[in-house]
């Protein structure tokens, strides 16, 4: 994610605190120079709930992010997992633009295809990778 500088301390407080009351292991790494930080929330992918718990604090992490007037993702890009936090960022308009500015930059969609694909399931849709 990343914030403004100034907002930084209290989104990394919150989520260190988030990580440790839902006996999670998440190491934090960030370039906070420029407001972005990351975590990598470390589960067993045969643990459901452990899974679950994970992703309630990665998207609240974001959400969070995105209240302080920042954004849900930082310079990498997003995700298939980050799409509906995109949304809740930009709004419906917001992502139809950005499907237009893909369109017209990829017509033969062979840039990340199906990108901006409609029909993602809030249930089963996350950014923690379950299959490495």
Do not use: W
Not at 19 to 47: K, S
Not at 80 to 90: D, S
Not at 93 to 112: E, W, Y
């Amino acid at each position: 994610v990343c914030v403004p500088v100034s907002t930084l301390p209290e989104l990394v407080t919150a989520t260190k605190a988030d990580i440790d009351e839902h006996g999670l292991v998440g190491p934090m790494v960030g370039h906070v120079g420029d407001g972005n930080f990351h975590t990598m929330l470390l589960f067993d992918p045969a643990d459901e709930e452990e899974f679950k718990k994970c992703k309630e604090v990665a998207n609240k992490m974001a959400r969070s992010a995105i209240a302080l007037g920042g954004t849900c993702t930082g310079e990498h890009g997003v995700g298939q997992g980050k799409m509906l936090l995109l949304e809740e960022q930009f709004g419906k308009d917001g992502i139809d633009v950005m499907r237009q500015i893909k369109a017209a930059l990829d017509p033969q969609q062979l840039m990340n295809p199906e990108k901006f694909s409609a029909g993602i399931d809030m249930e089963t849709d996350s950014y923690l990778c379950r299959n490495i």
